[in-house]
């Protein structure tokens, strides 16, 4: 195996990892939010073997993923998000579920860390979405601005994916967070799955949406 195919199935350990913990029963009738704080990430980090800081390790992963050098920042994680839908939607067709979450959930983790530490420091403007994503992804200054026009260009789409696959599971494993509109024009993604943990209180169930019943899941395989 190649060390970009090592690079990229280490990042799909981490990917499903978190989907594990963000995505279950427990937020069955609830909004998903991308809980970022450390005992979520550390039991992420369990999952995978990974030790030290979970959110650096993380980071880490997600780093080696990233063809600043070789084109557009996100290639691996477009292409791999393209092939997710087309077996998405063949299974939908066959009324099955896809059982693997998208394959930029992982990438999406290491945006919300560098949302969340926005006001955090002393070290950048309380708003510096960007110089703290750069830092958390050690991203070199030569490569700033790919990294901005890639996230420009990709992170709406990126975040519609979570919305797809949770819309499959008809609220059983979360709802869907809202994303905003335009992230393509702006800075980071502020939407409902950046809220902090003290917004996610279960309401009494009698209050919750009713949810449609989820399709047979779909058996993990090759695509």
Do not use: C
């Amino acid at each position: 195996m190649s060390e970009d195919e090592q690079a990229w199935a280490k990042y799909l350990a981490w990917n499903d990892a978190l989907a594990a913990e963000w995505f279950s029963d427990e937020q069955a009738d609830l909004p998903v939010y991308l809980d970022v704080e450390p005992e979520v990430l550390q039991a992420a980090a369990a999952r995978v073997g990974a030790e030290g800081d979970p959110a650096a390790s993380l980071a880490k992963t997600v780093s080696a993923t990233i063809w600043l050098g070789q084109g557009p920042a996100f290639s691996r994680h477009h292409e791999e998000l393209k092939k997710w839908r087309r077996r998405s939607r063949a299974s939908t067709q066959k009324k099955l579920l896809m059982d693997v979450p998208p394959p930029v959930t992982a990438l999406l983790g290491s945006f919300t860390i560098a949302a969340f530490r926005m006001g955090a420091d002393a070290e950048y403007a309380p708003n510096a979405y960007y110089a703290r994503l750069f830092a958390l992804l050690g991203v070199k200054a030569g490569d700033h601005a790919r990294l901005t026009n890639a996230f420009r260009a990709h992170s709406e789409d990126f975040w519609r994916a979570l919305n797809e696959y949770l819309a499959q599971y008809g609220g059983q494993r979360g709802l869907p967070p809202a994303y905003p509109p335009g992230l393509r024009h702006g800075g980071p993604p502020q939407s409902p799955a950046l809220a902090p943990p003290t917004a996610r209180a279960k309401p009494p169930r009698a209050l919750r949406p009713r949810r449609l019943p989820p399709l047979p899941a779909q058996p993990r395989g090759p695509p």
